[in-house]
């Protein structure tokens, strides 16, 4: 056993084993620092959105399409959460109307000179973009989250088919930091992908020997069975990118791996050292926002947090009815 530990350590590079002990060293510290957050959303997800929330991100759960609104028997408050997002939605980033603009210092796409005519072909194809992928249906989901939990998360990433494609990880399955100016900057998170979900999103090269051998077997149930993917985005200007074997020049990285998986030994793999994937960005592909905020608290309050004694005394009022 030790000479086989020893041989698949030498197979890496001594950047991809520190980055592995550090992002999974950062992603513990995240969760220990979320726990009281954690408990809080569960509680507001139990009473006004149960189906954007998960308590422990696990994977092969037989039970995810059975009812999960038990506590929910007057859905006034559902309601009024969800028109206060969709009232967001209309004001801030309506599809139906323009809702941003574009401007170099005093120019902006409403005068006639040739960089007013080049800021509006500009804004043109910006919002075909949105309304040609799935931007709009993400941010809404983004405002309904922001809405109960006070912390929205979205990722957006370049996409060959739709330019970009847009993704909204749920309460529970991220972990949110700041940086020295309190902007919320670094993000990780797990969750769960399908053996064939894996491979088609990044290769059975990058994969570990396991999933690959499940994959190749092909037989059917091992294509659907779940492992837990690690994912983290943070800011590549902490002095250590060379440690990391990352570009300087980029101003984020982001890795995704197996979480609690081995490592795969492919050198000549796109991304070894047990990562199924490393990037760098210029910008940061995570949107993230928060709705109130305490000090340097990296998540923040919402008012489904005010109206949860509401919504609690509603349902128990409901239930006393009906008895």
């Given at each position: 056993m030790a000479a086989a530990a020893t041989a698949l350590a030498t197979a890496f590079s001594p950047e991809d084993?520190?980055?592995?002990?550090?992002?999974?060293?950062?992603?513990?510290?995240?969760?220990?620092?979320?726990?009281?957050?954690?408990?809080?959303?569960?509680?507001l997800a139990d009473y006004f959105l149960p189906r954007r929330y998960k308590w422990i991100v696990t994977p092969n759960q037989m039970t995810r399409g059975s009812p999960i609104n038990q506590h929910i028997l007057d859905s006034t408050g559902v309601?009024?959460?969800?028109?206060?997002?969709?009232?967001?939605?209309?004001?801030?980033?309506?599809?139906?109307?323009?809702?941003?603009k574009l401007k170099i210092d005093r120019i902006d796409s409403t005068l006639t000179s040739p960089v007013s005519l080049w800021l509006a072909e500009c804004e043109r194809l910006m919002r075909l973009v949105f309304h040609e992928s799935n931007f709009y249906n993400s941010i809404a989901t983004f405002y309904y989250d922001l809405v109960?939990?006070?912390?929205?998360?979205?990722?957006?990433?370049?996409?060959?088919?739709?330019?970009?494609?847009?993704?909204?990880?749920?309460?529970?399955?991220?972990?949110?930091?700041?940086?020295?100016?309190?902007?919320?900057c670094i993000?990780?998170?797990?969750?769960?992908?399908?053996?064939?979900?894996?491979?088609?999103?990044?290769?059975?090269?990058?994969?570990?020997?396991?999933?690959?051998?499940?994959?190749?077997?092909?037989?059917?149930?091992?294509?659907?069975?779940?492992?837990?993917?690690?994912?983290s985005i943070e800011p590549n200007n902490d002095g250590r990118a060379e440690e990391f074997g990352?570009?300087?020049?980029?101003?984020?990285?982001?890795?995704?791996?197996?979480?609690?998986?081995?490592?795969?030994?492919?050198?000549?793999?796109?991304?070894?050292?047990g990562f199924v994937e490393r990037k760098g960005y210029y910008e940061n592909p995570a949107i993230i926002t928060r709705w109130?905020?305490?000090?340097?608290?990296?998540?923040?309050?919402?008012?489904?947090?005010?109206?949860?004694?509401?919504?609690k005394q509603l349902q128990l009022e409901t239930r006393r009815k009906a008895q």
């Open positions: 084993l520190a980055l592995r002990r550090y992002s999974e060293g950062r992603l513990i510290g995240l969760r220990v620092n979320r726990y009281s957050w954690w408990t809080h959303w569960r509680e309601i009024c959460a969800r028109n206060l997002a969709s009232g967001i939605m209309s004001g801030k980033s309506s599809p139906s109307r323009p809702w941003f109960i939990f006070g912390t929205a998360a979205m990722l957006i990433y370049e996409d060959y088919e739709n330019v970009i494609s847009c993704y909204n990880p749920c309460a529970g399955e991220y972990y949110i930091d700041i940086d020295g100016q309190y902007r919320p993000f990780y998170r797990e969750f769960t992908m399908t053996i064939s979900a894996v491979v088609a999103r990044f290769g059975i090269d990058n994969v570990s020997p396991n999933v690959a051998r499940l994959y190749r077997e092909n037989t059917g149930a091992n294509l659907t069975r779940e492992i837990i993917i690690a994912h990352f570009d300087k020049a980029f101003a984020y990285r982001e890795c995704y791996w197996e979480w609690g998986g081995s490592a795969s030994p492919q050198r000549g793999a796109a991304s070894p050292g109130d905020l305490v000090s340097n608290d990296p998540y923040g309050r919402s008012v489904a947090m005010d109206a949860l004694g509401d919504q």
